[in-house]
């Protein structure tokens, strides 16, 4: 049966500020002429509104009210239309809304930093202006948060899980605006357990060198150790094969990130050499042979780490540590400060060589092999790694070979597994954040393939392309999935991937996501964009003929570049520069020397093969290489890091500003159904 009458326009809740004028509206259908009478709550009184008999009701907002509009026909039907908020702020800051406002949403209450107990309530508030009144959905480290959708965020017990930097977005039909972003601890900082206001971890693996001999361990070694320290909860960016710029732009932004209280790792695999107590990185491009002005200073980096006054810094270094240089002159590198906060994790001892362990497709420190086995212990820094060095000395293959040396001023307790606890906004976003969203691609023939975008490294990811149910018409359908056109970039690619790591791929993601595959490698390199070709090999039933049909899709740089590119920080009294940090030019100039790891040509070898079921043998990390396509001088062009979470506007509301007077949206269907039952649907207008 049709209704008597329909309401086809309802009113809507607004949010607005104190003096401003709006409208609201209700239209509705009958099958006489209708009659509308408006209502008001305030409070707990529920009235009728002086002379409100049309369909339109004009407000000159002056207090937080509820309102209603009853229609009703010549046949003394009546119905109510929704219950909507006018929600009045009565202080909002100077300028807002803006002059033309046309009803966006306008913060005018942002949430503030919590320090609460765990096991005791989290209350987060904001507030927002906009015509309709804006929707709520509160973020925690970019993560959407299901089950919190209004301007106040409870949570009744809070667990040490809900630290982290909150923020919500605020969103009507005329768009959407942020509020700041605020950090919350939950735990016991004030019980005197230690706790780090971040972590931060730059991880570097050089594999590949031009001019030297190639190495294998440092790609899976980089690999396990960013699965581990994100564990941790440490924000990481995993890079493989850096030159010098790009080494030095990577540690200058990793620098950036640190603070007061933060926990910092730095850890390389790769090529190295020790100078006189000096231990120097060497990047892909490094001549053969090279001076200490063509490599990364450990010593530096430190240095500028410790300037940051961070709580806890660890160097973990597997490289070897053969003399070079030694006429050379030293490094001029001023003396750590005593802050008791420093930890040296060498994979070997001093003019000793590391050793890998080859084990079938991969290979594996020794260093690093026994590290997985202990850094997730609860206990202090110094005794984990003290673990790792007695479990190296027991190893068989490598005894009287390598040897950790552990060094340390470490006056603290403190331990990799402690709690995070912010301090102040979130500096930026370091690591590893949002995956590229997932896209479709349909054929003419209606097969509609997904193109899935997997990251093992910050500088490396895969596209995978995951079909879907075909149509009927096509049947036995193959994918392939290639880069097109030959450009700088194509052929950066080419010489840059890497063999064998679609094993770590499968270790990762299931196998049956990993049908077509395509690896992008060195994204810090790519200039252009990307555009891939999807070539669909198929059967068609009544013909059986096999056809191909094929679709292209972009990938823009911008998207790509992503995953390296760092939202950096306001900058700080003593911002580090990159040409300080690091400063190539800072060594004397003297004559150059040969291979830091060893002469070349000795290869301490272990013992491969002594067990018949394969036990891996080892292997010295060989003499480092150079790239003769990359001068240390040049920028990479973007700044190396991901996002721990979706990339979010910044928004700069004033924090002036105080809640208004509210009603739990809760509370109107319980209004409206109190005033139907007050008798007012059954009075005339």
């Not at 930097?165 to 004030?190: K, M, P, Q, R």
């Not at 979010?648 to 319980?670: A, I, K, Q, Y």
Request: glycine letters at 8%; aromatic letters at 8%; hydrophobic letters at 35%.
């Amino acid at each position: 049966m049709q209704e008597a009458i329909t309401i086809t326009e309802q009113p809507v809740s607004v949010s607005v500020p104190v003096g401003y004028s709006f409208t609201l509206r209700c239209r509705a259908q009958g099958h006489t002429s209708l009659q509308y009478q408006w209502f008001c709550q305030y409070q707990s009184d529920c009235c009728l509104v002086p002379g409100a008999t049309n369909q339109d009701l004009p407000i000159v907002a002056e207090q937080t009210q509820l309102y209603t509009c009853r229609v009703n026909d010549l046949h003394r039907n009546a119905v109510f239309s929704d219950w909507v908020k006018v929600e009045v702020h009565q202080c909002v800051a100077r300028g807002l809304p803006p002059r033309l406002w046309q009803g966006e949403p306008v913060i005018v209450l942002n949430p503030r930093e919590q320090r609460v107990e765990v096991g005791q309530p989290l209350q987060l508030q904001c507030a927002a202006m906009g015509v309709p009144a804006p929707s709520y959905q509160w973020y925690r480290n970019g993560n959407l948060l299901e089950q919190q959708k209004r301007k106040k965020l409870w949570i009744a017990h809070t667990k040490v899980s809900d630290s982290g930097t909150y923020l919500c977005c605020a969103s009507n039909s005329h768009g959407e605006h942020w509020t700041n972003a605020v950090d919350v601890h939950i735990g016991t900082c004030g019980s005197g357990k230690f706790f780090a206001t971040g972590k931060i971890a730059l991880l570097v693996g050089n594999n590949r060198y031009q001019h030297h001999p190639n190495l294998m361990a440092p790609v899976r070694d980089v690999f396990e150790l960013r699965r581990l320290l994100e564990h941790l909860g440490f924000q990481v960016v995993s890079l493989l094969d850096l030159n010098k710029a790009e080494m030095a732009a990577a540690v200058s932004q990793f620098l950036q990130l640190l603070g007061k209280g933060v926990y910092a790792i730095f850890y390389y695999a790769g090529h190295g050499y020790e100078h006189l107590g000096r231990n120097y990185m060497v990047p892909v491009d490094a001549p053969q042979p090279y001076a200490p002005e063509n490599c990364i200073s450990v010593q530096r980096i430190l240095q500028k780490m410790q300037q940051q006054q961070t709580a806890l810094n660890i160097i973990l270094l597997d490289t070897c540590r053969k003399w070079y240089n030694p006429g050379r002159a030293l490094s001029q590198v001023q003396p750590l400060e005593p802050w008791g906060n420093t930890v040296y994790g060498y994979s070997t001892s001093e003019d000793a060589e590391a050793y890998e362990l080859h084990d079938g497709e991969f290979s594996s420190g020794i260093f690093m092999k026994y590290l997985k086995k202990h850094i997730l212990q609860e206990k202090k820094v110094t005794y984990m790694l003290e673990d790792v060095l007695e479990d190296i000395g027991r190893d068989p293959l490598v005894t009287g070979k390598q040897v950790m040396e552990i060094r340390h001023t470490l006056k603290e307790a403190r331990a990799l597994t402690d709690p995070v606890c912010p301090s102040g906004a979130a500096a930026g976003h370091w690591g590893h954040g949002q995956e590229l969203p997932s896209r479709a691609v349909t054929f003419p023939c209606g097969a509609r393939v997904e193109l899935r975008f997997l990251r093992l490294f910050s500088n490396l990811m895969f596209v995978c392309a995951k079909p879907q149910p075909p149509p009927a018409h096509v049947t036995d359908p193959q994918l392939l999935l290639r880069q097109l056109a030959e450009t700088d970039d194509v052929a950066i690619q080419r010489e840059s991937c890497l063999d064998h790591v679609e094993t770590l791929l499968a270790s990762v993601y299931k196998r049956e996501e990993l049908d077509c595959v395509f690896q992008l490698c060195a994204l810090q390199k790519i200039q252009t964009d990307v555009v891939l070709q999807l070539d669909l090999h198929y059967t068609q039933p009544g013909t059986k003929q096999r056809t191909c049909e094929s679709l292209q899709t972009t990938l823009q740089q911008s998207l790509l570049r992503q995953f390296f590119s760092l939202q950096r920080a306001p900058a700080r009294t003593g911002s580090v520069c990159l040409q300080d940090a690091l400063g190539p030019g800072a060594d004397p100039k003297g004559s150059p020397g040969t291979d830091p790891k060893g002469s070349p040509g000795t290869d301490p070898k272990g013992t491969p093969g002594a067990d018949p079921k394969g036990s891996p043998g080892t292997d010295p990390k060989g003499s480092p290489g150079t790239d003769p396509k990359g001068s240390p001088g040049t920028d990479p062009k973007g700044s190396l890091g991901t996002s721990s979470g979706p990339s979010l506007p910044s928004s700069s509301p004033s924090n002036f500003s105080s809640e208004p007077e509210e009603n739990d949206e809760s509370e109107l269907g319980e209004l409206c159904l109190a005033l139907n039952q007050a008798g007012l649907g059954q009075d005339r207008p």
